[in-house]
């Protein structure tokens, strides 16, 4: 199988417009909301399912604050220890 990836700074995701975007993957939470609501928007257009995976730093805990209260709801989130056990996959040659 194929995986089309597509890496962007804000300024670049303001003039993108792709179809068929199902997951955002927010490496840094944006320190203004609007911009988090901007770039998850790229998923789940004209009713198409979509996910917005954000890493968050614990001094970016303030910006989670701000976004939940521009979106109305609560983001779930995991505490990196639920990864510590995790192992990189392994290619076959």
Known sequence: GH???LVATD???RGIDV???THVVNYEL???PDTYVHRIGRTARAGAAGAAISLCDGEERAYLKDIERTIGRKVPVLDAQAF???RPQRRAA
Do not use: E, L, M, T
């Open 3 to 5: 995986v089309r990836v």
């Open 11 to 13: 300024i670049a995701a």
């Open 19 to 21: 179809d068929g975007i």
């Open 30 to 32: 944006p320190n203004v």
């Open 84 to 86: 510590r056990g995790a």
